[in-house]
Every structure is written in structure tokens, then in C-alpha cells.
């Protein structure tokens, strides 16, 4: 069965800090370069920082402008669960990215 070519996948393992973020975004720059729906899965995603959780709010803001779809999906690790409801992005711990993209404050 042949991959959806309108369908990117961004897909980082490990933890998401500012000394990553340069990385990141060119992974999201490489995926919003081709048409289609670009997906961002949590599974392998251990930890999470304020400058790796703002280049998704950015990566969003633009996606929207271009009129195209960002979305989060895959399981989102306990770790990172707790870190953005302690640091007040989501009232509940997500389980999963599309939970997480539902309850993100104003993504």
C-alpha cells in the first residue's frame, strides 16, 4: 500500500529542548514544503520545553495562514503529559496527540 503523498509526518524521538529546536524546525519546514496535511506524533517523545512548545504554537500560526492543517497524533508520554499541565497549557493530562491538540490553550 502506497504512503498518502498529501500526508507528511514529523516525528522527533527523545526530548524536545531549545538545543533541538533548530532540528525540529527544519523537520517542519521539509514537511510544510510539499502539499498535503502535516502530522506531529508524540510517541517517542520523552520531554518537552517552552522554546520546542513555541515553535509548534509557530509552526500552527503558520499552517493556518497558508491554509493548510497541522496535527498532532501518536501517545503522549506521561512525562510530557505532566509537564504541560504543570506549566498550565492543558487542564488535564492528554493521552493522546489529538487529545493534547484539542485542550492546548489557544492552539
Avoid: C, H
Avoid at 524536545?16 to 517517542?44: C, M, N
Avoid at 505532566?82 to 489529538?98: I, K, M
Amino acid at each position: 500500500m502506497a504512503k498518502d503523498p498529501a500526508f507528511r509526518e514529523v516525528a522527533p524521538v527523545g526530548r524536545l529542548y531549545i538545543d533541538t529546536a533548530a532540528e525540529i524546525r527544519a523537520s517542519l519546514l521539509k514537511a510544510f514544503a510539499k502539499p498535503g496535511t502535516v502530522q506531529f506524533r508524540w510517541d517517542s517523545v520523552e520531554d518537552v520545553d517552552l522554546p520546542a512548545l513555541q515553535l509548534l504554537y509557530a509552526a500552527r500560526k503558520e499552517a493556518a495562514r497558508a491554509g493548510r492543517e497541522f496535527r498532532f497524533t501518536g501517545i503522549v508520554m506521561d512525562r510530557v503529559a505532566s509537564r504541560l499541565v504543570s506549566a498550565g497549557f492543558v487542564p488535564s493530562p492528554p493521552l493522546s496527540g489529538e487529545e493534547l491538540e484539542s485542550n492546548l490553550a489557544e492552539f
